[in-house]
């Protein structure tokens, strides 16, 4: 079965910078797209970035393009979410997310993801 444990939220100001990681177990990660979304209190779950199986292709959301990159080690099953420019709006919960079919869309839904991470909490302060 498929896990996925994410790290380094935390606090930081605004106009800092912090870099999210995601390691998958259970599976072969190159089969994976990868993805991460963010929920913040009272909204709903936010497509944030994609990566596909290689590498080769990624997609923003477009509150997050030119200030987060999303990239993956297949070497380490590892996707890494790296945020900077935050904002006060950017605090949410983050949830990184594996989808075992091909991801086609610049703008997956959760649904098209088949497994979750608990979440890891990143708050911007102003």
């Known amino acids: 079965q498929v896990q996925l444990v994410e790290s380094g939220g935390g606090l930081v100001q605004a106009g800092g910078s912090l870099r999210l990681s995601c390691v998958l177990s259970?599976?072969?990660?190159?089969?994976?797209?990868m993805g991460w979304f963010r929920q913040a209190p009272g909204k709903e779950r936010e497509f944030v970035a994609s990566?596909?199986?290689?590498?080769?292709?990624?997609y923003y959301g477009d509150s997050v393009k030119g200030r987060f990159t999303i990239s993956r080690d297949n070497a380490k099953n590892t996707v890494t979410l790296q945020m900077n420019s935050l904002k006060p709006e950017d605090t949410a919960v983050y949830y990184c997310?594996?989808?075992?079919?091909?991801?086609?869309?610049?703008?997956?839904?959760?649904?098209?993801?088949?497994?979750w991470g608990q979440g890891t909490q990143v708050t911007v302060s102003s």
């Open positions: 997310a594996a989808a075992r079919s091909i991801l086609y869309s610049s703008s997956p839904k959760a649904d098209d993801f088949d497994s």
């Open positions: 259970g599976h072969i990660f190159s089969m994976y797209g």
């Open positions: 990566i596909s199986r290689s590498g080769g292709t990624t």
